[in-house]
């Protein structure tokens, strides 16, 4: 009895370890080492990678691309978080409703999550192509002018954010829409019985027992626009003159076209801290507000 | 506050082939209790929910106070409603939850407040009024839910099944409060229950239903006493009525009156079947359940099983013999085929039986006791 009770941690190492093993490897020590190579030059040629301090933080400060791309995420961020939080609960609210051909159009509203960003991309590529894409071909008809969406850098950006969002509603609807069944329908009948509106409902039942999924989907929301990048590889590669360029997309720039892994590892420190400091600012905040049943 | 009126004139609801309402009419007379009774899927929650406007009829017409709401919206109907969720908001607090309603209608907050001290206190809510109804247990939960139906200031009351989510000590508590409130405020009340026992102690007015339609509409007294087909008859009373064919009765009748009785089916209640040496009745106990006060003693006779209610001090036991005598002002006779009751044919087996031998006779008139 007592020796087991005294192997009893080993038992407990060795179930934890596997996964653990795993988590240090890939997750935990990378991160460490990101944070240890910002303080690190990049090795080149036969010079050593040595301890620079802050260094590579201070060129951080001077470069006018990092904060290019730092204002470019910010206003994708703006508008993507919104708008696709808007979408996804009123194409939830929806097909929530007892109407024709439900099934279809919930099947419609979710294909974009299922196709890799990839392929979406090349099918919004069709649509913003100057002259004979989909978007001017419309325009056409109303005989405006045609016009470069991606290589234009006033718009290259927006165009950007609407494959995102358009990109991601679907898959927020999916948990808006589960939300939604999940609340009685007793509640919608007691609040008619009381005379309240359909808008009344939403803003004083719905949307508050709604609020737990809100929190969630806008945390996701956020890493995602830091994170959705795909696409702008296949569409614009950042340009025209980094209009169109994002964080991540300037690290796997700085890493894997220029090679200064070290920048890279500065730029990652950043982006990171920015992403934990918004989802505990987030988590905080909205916490109050969500009731959990 | 008083009550308004309630009719139903020739409702029916489908779904597709489903007929949950077949042609129903029936009158809610204003201020006074109509319990609507019936087992599960009779339609009796559907008729609530045409009452309350949360569904449309198929066709047929829906009157409060006499005009015509068919088209109305719910909250356009002098109705407050009590669902068997309780339906209440989760995120809100017992006193947001009971002033819901008068937010929607833009009611000042000394309106609110005044009509929430108010109901809070009739029905003990003074000191819950911050808590979520998940802090609440089944009774108060329920009260809440009363609440918000009494701030309404409306005349009638819908419930659906209010008191099936309590247990049977607090079910019988509220019962008593909700006839109370109903007094209280002289509100009608339509009252969905398939628990009998609530609408015989509860109601002045009993609707029975049946497969969407109704098999009864009478006070809980004439329901019980001379219930209008088979149906009623089964399904009011604990246990309840006990029904076999004439031939029970073979020995006390002539040959061309059991002939006659072929298509009928009879009845009696177990506390009019007497345990009597001379009964003309003669079976074997076949089973005992005790209840304390009463006994239920089964017996068999014939083909037939009979109960019977007798004293919780009885010495019968089973396999015994037992002779049962009855009077026949007791039995009740329903057409096999319709189940519908049958008073004339009542009258002349009463005769029949009061015609018969002595020896019979002293069997069937000695008890008067009831």
């Known amino acids: ?293 | 506050m008083s009550g308004g009126s309630v009719s139903l004139k020739g409702v029916t609801k489908s779904w597709g082939v489903n007929t949950a309402l077949n042609n129903v009419s029936l009158d809610v007379p204003a201020g006074q209790f109509t319990a609507l009774l019936g087992p599960s899927g009779c339609g009796k929650s559907t008729a609530l929910r045409i009452v309350s406007g949360l569904d449309d009829p198929t066709s047929g017409q829906v009157f409060i106070d006499g005009e015509d709401v068919t088209d109305a919206a719910p909250a356009a109907r002098d109705i407050a409603m009590v669902f068997q969720s309780y339906a209440l908001f989760p995120h809100l607090s017992v006193a947001e939850n009971i002033v819901f309603g008068l937010r929607v209608r833009g009611l000042s907050r000394n309106e609110r407040d005044q009509k929430l001290a108010s109901a809070a206190e009739l029905l003990g809510l003074r000191r819950l009024l911050d808590r979520k109804p998940s802090q609440l247990s089944g009774g108060q939960q329920q009260r809440v839910a009363l609440g918000r139906a009494i701030v309404a200031d409306k005349s009638i009351f819908l419930m659906d099944e209010p008191l099936s989510n309590l247990d049977a000590k607090l079910r019988a508590e509220m019962r008593e409060e909700i006839r109370d409130l109903q007094r209280r405020l002289g509100v009608t009340m339509l009252y969905v229950t398939h628990d009998q026992v609530e609408a015989v102690t509860m109601a002045d007015q009993v609707v029975l239903m049946n497969h969407g339609q109704i098999e009864q509409m009478a006070s809980p007294r004439v329901m019980y006493e001379a219930p209008a087909t088979l149906f009623a008859a089964k399904f009011i009373g604990t246990p309840p009525m006990v029904t076999f064919s004439i031939k029970l009765l073979a020995s006390a009748l002539t040959s061309e009156f059991l002939q006659k009785c072929q298509n009928f089916t009879f009845g009696i209640r177990p506390e009019a079947l007497v345990p009597d040496d001379n009964g003309a009745i003669a079976g074997q106990v076949a089973h005992i359940e005790y209840l304390g006060a009463d006994t239920m003693v089964e017996c068999k006779v014939g083909e037939e099983t009979l109960l019977c209610r007798v004293s919780g001090k009885t010495r019968l036991a089973s396999g015994m013999e037992i002779r049962l005598a009855l009077n026949a002002n007791d039995l009740h006779v329903f057409e096999t085929a319709s189940g519908r009751r049958e008073d004339t044919m009542l009258k002349e087996i009463e005769m029949a039986l009061s015609s018969q031998t002595a020896g019979s006779v002293s069997a069937f008139q000695t008890q008067t006791q009831r």
Do not use: C
Not at chain 1, 10 to 26: C, E
Not at chain 1, 90 to 108: D, I, P, S, T
Not at chain 1, 248 to 266: C, G, M, R, S
């Open chain 1, 1 to 293: 009895m007592r020796n087991s009770a005294r192997y009893q941690w080993i038992y407990a190492w060795m179930l934890l370890s596997p996964a653990m093993i795993f988590l240090i490897t890939f997750t935990h020590y990378p991160a460490v080492q990101t944070v240890v190579s910002s303080f690190f030059s990049t090795a080149r040629g036969r010079r050593k990678s040595i301890f620079i301090g802050w260094d590579n933080y201070t060129t951080l400060m001077a470069d006018e691309v990092f904060w290019k791309v730092l204002v470019n995420n910010f206003w994708y961020a703006v508008w993507t978080i919104p708008l696709s939080i808007i979408l996804s609960l009123a194409m939830a609210l929806w097909v929530n409703e007892k109407l024709r051909g439900r099934g279809f159009l919930r099947m419609a509203y979710f294909t974009p999550t299922v196709l890799p960003l990839i392929a979406v991309a090349n099918i919004w590529l069709f649509f913003y192509t100057p002259g004979f894409g989909l978007i001017d071909q419309i325009r056409g008809l109303l005989s405006y002018p045609e016009q470069n969406w991606m290589g234009s850098p006033d718009t290259a950006l927006y165009s950007m954010i609407a494959v995102a969002i358009w990109k991601e509603a679907g898959f927020f609807m999916i948990f808006y829409l589960a939300a939604l069944q999940t609340i009685p329908p007793s509640l919608r009948e007691a609040a008619a019985i009381e005379g309240a509106g359909k808008f009344y409902y939403f803003r004083r039942v719905a949307f508050p027992l709604l609020m737990p999924t809100t929190l969630f989907v806008s945390v996701n929301a956020v890493i995602n626009s830091f994170r959705l990048v795909d696409h702008i590889f296949v569409m614009t590669e950042g340009g025209p003159n980094n209009a169109s360029s994002l964080l991540l997309f300037y690290i796997y720039e700085v890493a894997f076209d220029y090679w200064d892994t070290a920048y890279a590892a500065t730029l990652t420190v950043i982006m990171l801290t920015i992403l934990t400091t918004v989802a505990i600012g987030q988590f905080f905040f909205l916490d109050k507000k969500v009731h959990y049943k």
